[in-house]
């Protein structure tokens, strides 16, 4: 009986063999196709104008007036940019709520100096730019490239402006006014 389930186990073992290799060499391959997400970046140099002591009612430029700041689209893919301003503020005491310039809203540089008072206005100019000019900064958010539905800012380019500040006709000296630009990038 020894012989006989020895016989059939050897008989069994051998019938697999060839079974065996086959096995192990099948294989599959599985495929995954995938994309990475968009990414929006920007960066600005400098990112500081560092005026010093200033004037009533008087103009100042960047310099170069409109090559000073470079904004580079670091991203992975193209771009349009917005711009916004807010108002300028003594932080002094750490709150900022002392004493603050409001920035104007409209081109009112030719009004009566007594409507200005405490106003100052800031402006922006995109080198290549030539229909705009200078373009005045608001509270409120506006197209800062590309002008008038023009090109995008392509992943890797740039694009270099400058700024011109008119202090207001009036304000208390020896204050340090702090305020800031705010330029953003959304997907073109």
Known sequence: M???VTSVLLA???ALMPCLPARAADTGTITITMTGIDEISITLEPAE???GDVSPDTEYLTSPPIDWCTLTNTGTVSVDTFIEGKDARWYEDGT???YY????????SDVDDAVRGHKYMLWFR???DTDRGYVLITEEENEFWPPNGGSSIEAGD???FGLKLLTPTFFYGSREMKTTITISAVAA
């Open 2 to 4: 020894k012989a006989g």
């Open 12 to 14: 069994t073992i051998l």
């Open 49 to 51: 104008w560092p005026l």
């Open 96 to 98: 900022g709520k002392n």
């Open 101 to 108: 310039w409001t920035l104007s809203n409209t081109n009112e």
């Open 126 to 128: 995109a080198h290549g």
């Open 158 to 160: 740039y694009k270099q």
